[in-house]
C-alpha cells in the first residue's frame, strides 16, 4: 500500500472531500446532459437552466448532487422511455466510473491487493456519506454491504439504480481485475445494499445494464 492511500485512508480533510465531491458532480451530471441534448437538447437546456446553486457543506452538496442527478435521469425516462434510459444511463454511468476510478487508482497509489482496493472505496465513499464493510467469504470473491447512504433518500429508484453502475465502474477503474456488481438497494426498501465482487476471469464479463426493476427489500 502506497502512503498516500495510506494517508487518505486514515483521514481525509473537508475541503479535500467537498472538491473531490464537486469533481463527481461535474463528471457525472456533464454525461448525462449529453445523454440529454442527444434525445431532448431544448428539455436538456430546461434542467440545466433550473439546475440549483452548489453550495454548502458537504451534507448539503451531496442532497444537491443526488436531486440534479435524479433529475436528469427522470427527464431521459421521460423521453426515450424507461427501460431504454435505465440500459444507456449505466452503461454511461460505468464508464464514468472507470475513469474515476483509474485516475484514483493513479492518484492514491493504488495497488493490486483487495486490501488496497476496500481501502481506496472507502476513502471514494466517505466522499459521497457512504458507511460500508466488506465481507471475505473466499479468496476470489467478496460482499460489500452498505449500512448508511447518505444519497438514498434524495434518489429516485431509476436514479440509484443508475448511479449505482458508476460505483461499479469505479471498483474496476481501481482494479481492472476485479468486478461488482449490486443485487440489493437501499432506495429500493432494502436495509442495506449489497454487492458481490468479483475477482479474476469471472470479473470480466459484461455488465447487467438493466438489472430488474424491483428489487427485494430486506
Not at 63 to 87: D, H, K, P, W
Not at 108 to 134: K, Q
Amino acid at each position: 500500500m502506497g502512503l498516500r492511500l495510506r494517508l487518505a485512508a486514515v483521514w481525509t480533510p473537508w475541503w479535500v472531500q467537498r472538491r473531490e465531491l464537486d469533481r463527481i458532480l461535474g463528471a457525472t451530471t456533464r454525461a448525462l446532459n449529453v445523454l440529454l441534448f442527444i434525445n431532448q437538447p431544448g428539455v436538456q437546456e430546461e434542467v440545466v437552466d433550473n439546475d440549483p446553486q452548489l453550495r454548502g457543506g458537504l451534507a448539503k452538496r451531496r442532497e444537491i448532487m443526488s436531486y440534479m442527478q435524479s433529475i436528469r435521469v427522470v427527464t431521459l425516462a421521460v423521453s426515450m422511455g424507461r427501460e431504454a434510459a435505465v440500459e444507456l444511463g449505466r452503461a454511461t454511468m460505468y464508464e464514468v466510473g472507470l475513469l474515476l476510478g483509474e485516475r484514483a487508482r493513479a492518484r492514491l497509489g493504488v495497488g493490486d491487493s483487495m486490501d488496497d482496493l476496500v481501502r481506496a472505496a472507502r476513502v471514494m465513499y466517505r466522499v459521497l456519506g457512504i458507511d460500508f464493510r466488506v465481507e471475505r467469504p473466499s479468496p476470489d470473491r467478496a460482499v460489500l454491504r452498505v449500512s448508511r447512504c447518505a444519497l438514498s433518500k434524495w434518489y429516485t429508484n431509476d436514479a440509484c439504480l443508475v448511479m449505482s453502475a458508476a460505483d461499479e465502474g469505479v471498483v474496476r477503474g481501481l482494479n481492472p481485475a476485479v468486478g461488482m456488481t449490486f443485487s440489493r438497494r437501499i432506495a429500493y426498501g432494502a436495509h442495506e445494499c449489497e454487492a458481490e465482487i468479483v475477482v479474476g476471469p469471472l470479473a470480466n464479463g459484461p455488465v447487467d445494464a438493466a438489472p430488474a426493476a424491483k428489487e427485494v427489500g430486506s
